[in-house]
Antibody, heavy 123, light 106 residues
């Protein structure tokens, strides 16, 4: 059973770069597409971007200029970097596995999520 | 960007009630529609994918329907563990979520 665990610094200063890691256990990062999702305090869910080991990566257009999502296959990890952070980037960050439905239920969906890691941007 | 609009934003219901949540997309998303349940302090949990397919392990009182722009999540008989916030999400063009529907105890 695939399990995901996010980790990160907890507190980041404005204008700095946020770096988060999602460690995958019970499966290989090479085998699936992976998403990053975030949720600001008391707010809804926001898609950040996804990646696949082939290098196929797509970002939320509203965040694209500040994002980098990659895989470290040697450590079986998914990585997220967000540059020039501000208070608006304060959120719980989740990684999630993407699967694809077939036939009448064709959709891309997230079936396994990590527990999330909270990030606060503050000086 | 495809906008997802859920209604209502919140509702109060009693144990055993039938509950219906609606999600509307700003353009056709075919069946690229998923539903998640989130409880406070927890990650979202997948309930329905492809508009109508029940995820393995999810109770059969949950069901989804719709295609194109209009979708519905129904809980046939509300149970105590169903009080939570529910989100729809599209993956037809990038990924976007509805604003959520909070189901509270009446």
């Amino acid at each position: 059973q695939v399990q995901l665990q996010e980790s990160g610094p907890g507190l980041v200063k404005p204008s700095e770069t946020l770096s988060l890691t999602c460690t995958v256990s019970g499966g290989s990062v090479r085998s699936y597409y992976w998403n990053w999702i975030r949720q600001s305090p008391g707010k809804g869910l926001e898609w950040i971007g996804y990646t696949y080991y082939s290098g196929n990566t797509k970002y939320n257009p509203s965040l694209k200029s500040r994002l980098n999502i990659s895989l470290d296959t040697s450590k079986n990890q998914l990585l997220l970097k967000v540059t020039s952070v501000s208070a608006a980037d304060t959120a719980v960050y989740y990684c999630a596995r993407i699967l694809m439905g077939t036939g009448d239920y064709y959709s891309y969906y997230m079936d396994i999520w990590g527990k999330g890691t909270a990030v606060t941007v503050s000086s | 960007e495809i906008q997802m609009t859920q209604s209502p934003s919140s509702l109060s219901a009693s144990i055993g009630d039938r509950v219906t949540i609606t999600c509307r997309a700003s353009q056709s998303i075919h069946s690229y529609l998923n539903w998640y349940q989130q409880k406070p302090g927890n990650a979202p949990k997948l309930l329905i994918y492809g508009a109508a397919h029940l995820q393995s392990g999810v109770p059969s009182r949950f069901s989804g329907s719709g295609s194109g722009t209009d979708f519905t999540l129904t809980i046939s008989s509300l149970q105590p563990e169903d009080f939570a916030t529910y989100y729809c999400q599209q993956s037809f063009n990038n990924w976007t979520f509805g604003q959520g529907t909070k189901v509270e105890i009446k």
